[in-house]
């Protein structure tokens, strides 16, 4: 080989490879079975068939087409007549609740009623001595007035309890026997309350000494009543509370000489 050719074979253009770049490689298109819809031509049918009534030749071609090549629309289900009678009955309640509350208010707010009031119109003191400094006897009687203010409405008092004491401590109770009032009517019942043997606090006997001497005696009646009241066919029941406080003169003619009671349910 001559220098010339040994040089030529040295030269750049011999000295380093040529890079090509690479060209990728085309992808292949999916190919479908022969003789089938494609996936997505499946979905437009079943579309299609969902929006479009079920005539006669759609009903002779799915017929004759095979399974799987064509999508049967669903129907709509029919609400069933049970939850429908269900559903009116219920609308009905309500309307006659909300009718019937309507009604009794509308009644309440044209009566206006009122609650009785209790009260004492007399009273009288015969005994009271100390068995021992801590046991107390006594004799009380006063008259009870139980008075109907309503124009429209009759009451019925069918629990009565009335409780005496002194200076916060229960001497004596009595229970009374149920009765009707009607309208406007006033009713006094006399109350016998005997206290026997009953015991006081050290400091109660001692104030109820004190007061015999000064011929000021305190006493607190509180009575407990349930009401009935009746408004035609409808009736309801409360439970109402007298309070009284009367200062009586030392027996054995003890007497009232004042008093005051509110009445409050």
Request: aromatic share 10%; charged share 15%; with cysteine.
């Amino acid at each position: 080989m001559s220098s010339s050719e040994s040089l030529s074979f040295f030269s750049p253009e011999y000295s380093t490879p040529k890079m090509f770049p690479l060209t990728p490689s085309p992808t292949p298109a999916p190919t479908h079975k022969c003789g089938g819809p494609s996936p997505m031509s499946q979905i437009i049918m079943a579309k299609q068939a969902l929006n479009q009534p079920l005539t006669p030749e759609m009903s002779h071609e799915i017929k004759n087409k095979p399974i799987g090549q064509y999508v049967v629309p669903r129907q709509r289900r029919r609400t069933n007549p049970a939850v429908w009678c269900a559903a009116i009955l219920c609308m009905m309640f309500c309307l006659l609740l909300i009718l019937f509350g309507i009604g009794t208010l509308v009644i309440f707010l044209s009566i206006k009623p009122r609650n009785p009031v209790f009260d004492i119109s007399n009273a009288s003191l015969s005994v009271i001595y100390l068995d021992s400094p801590k046991y107390m006897n006594g004799d009380f009687t006063f008259i009870a007035n139980f008075t109907n203010p309503n124009k429209k409405l009759d009451v019925r008092f069918e629990h009565l309890v009335i409780e005496l004491f002194f200076s916060d401590s229960l001497i004596a109770t009595q229970v009374l026997q149920p009765f009707s009032q009607r309208q406007r009517e006033t009713r006094l019942v006399q109350v016998h309350m005997i206290s026997s043997l009953v015991y006081l606090p050290p400091i109660s006997a001692f104030k109820l000494q004190k007061q015999v001497l000064s011929n000021r005696v305190v006493y607190n009646i509180r009575g407990t009543f349930k009401v009935r009241v009746n408004i035609g066919l409808i009736h309801y029941s409360y439970w109402l509370h007298g309070r009284c406080q009367l200062e009586m003169t030392s027996p054995p003619t003890g007497a009232l000489i004042t008093h005051s009671c509110r009445t409050k349910r």
